[in-house]
């Protein structure tokens, strides 16, 4: 039986936190995981000497949950996320939450939130938090040895309100990671450092930032939030490789490889992207890719005094990224078939 919906304009979300009935939660305690379970209480009560406040063990994932154009409820590739939170936790010594358990509680808490879920064709989705902190108290330089995992939801909008357009990044005088430190784990302390680049780019007029790798500034990694793609003029889709394993592993990203490599017969080149080739005219299309828009084209970037514009340019998003595009969120909606396991049915 249909659950019946909130009653919201979903055409007129935005991209922000509003509360639903249930949220997820489970505790580490003891060296083993509760069983864990919904809860109405979307707050945390922690000691001040909880190791989240002082040595910062923290991460997170991001996924969502929308409507099929036939009425199921589905999250696209969910194993994915379960994977790179465990890989996130270990490397900064918090315990990885069961995969499979991640699994269940995604659809445990998007079920019970059923009457949230936007409908097909608002273009709003259901978006999905999971995330755990060390709640142990921890004085000394160490992990803590408690830990809290929570799933939050929230009806939010589409990434873009106005229709998909080129956007415009800067290249930062900052580095978002150290080399072979965090940058490929999704922790809060990244962002953190990303965070004052990101608000000076956007005073200034830019999307988001195009940082470049931290230990020679020679290299394209990613963005504040998203992987960079590139098209050069065979129409080869051309993707940054980190060689200081600073560039976090984007879900999309590897889908839109797949996509592109398998579905639309393109070829695919994954290698270290030099700066000086995006300088030099190399690449004719660029896009970031992310769970929240999929991909924002790039129309140029600017470096100093220097402002390079793509083949695609400001005003239209370029063949192949837009291609791109289309396939992976049809597939998603479930208007084209995808490789099997990736679209995953809650109810």
């Known amino acids: 039986m249909a659950v ?6 979903w055409g007129n979300l935005g991209f922000a936190y509003r509360p639903t009935d249930y949220s997820y939660v489970c505790n580490y305690k003891d060296g083993a995981w509760e069983e864990g379970g919904l809860t109405t209480d979307h707050s945390l009560t922690l000691s001040e000497c ?13 996924l969502k949950a929308y409507t099929t154009k036939d009425g199921k409820i589905v999250c696209f590739r969910p194993d994915l996320n379960a994977s790179r939170m465990a890989d996130s936790a270990r490397r900064i010594v918090m315990p990885p939450f069961p995969e499979d358990k991640f699994l269940e509680a995604v659809k445990m808490v998007v079920k019970a939130n ?17 995330f755990m902190v060390a709640t142990g108290e921890v004085i000394g330089v160490k992990p803590a040895d408690e ?29 978002r990671a150290a080399p072979h430190g965090t ?12 965070l004052y680049p990101s608000v000076q780019a956007h005073a200034e007029g830019f999307a988001d930032n195009m940082f470049l790798d931290p230990q020679t500034h020679t290299y394209v990694e990613e963005s504040g939030g998203a992987n960079f793609l590139f098209v050069d003029k ?4 051309v993707v940054p490789q980190s ?24 070829k695919v080149v994954e290698r270290p992207v ?74």
């Not at 828009?293 to 600017?302: E, L, T």
Request: with cysteine.
């Open 147 to 175: 830990y809290q995992f929570r799933i939050l939801v929230t009806p939010v909008g589409p990434y873009y309100s106005g229709g998909v357009k080129p956007v415009a990044v800067k290249v930062p005088e900052y580095d």
């Open 183 to 194: 940058g490929a784990i999704k922790a809060g302390l990244n962002y953190a450092m990303s």
């Open 114 to 130: 059923e009457a949230w879920v936007p409908p097909f064709g608002s273009g709003a989705t259901l978006y999905i938090r999971p």
């Open 274 to 347: 030099e700066f000086a080739e995006v300088q030099a005219g190399a690449f004719v299309e660029c896009g970031m890719c992310g769970t929240a828009a999929v991909i924002s084209p790039v129309g140029k970037v600017v470096n100093g005094d220097e402002e390079i514009v793509f083949a695609s340019g400001m005003e239209e998003v370029g063949p192949v990224m837009k291609k791109l595009r289309e396939t992976l969120t049809s597939i998603q909606d479930g208007e084209i078939e995808g490789p099997e396991g990736w679209v995953v049915e809650i109810c």
């Open 4 to 9: 019946e919906k909130k009653d919201i304009d």
């Open 50 to 62: 909880a190791g989240i406040f002082h040595y910062c063990q923290e991460v997170f994932e991001g």
């Open 234 to 237: 065979d129409g080869t889709l």
């Open 243 to 266: 060689a200081t394993n600073s560039i976090l592993p984007s879900i999309t990203r590897r889908s839109l490889v797949y996509v592109a490599e398998n579905m639309l017969g393109m």
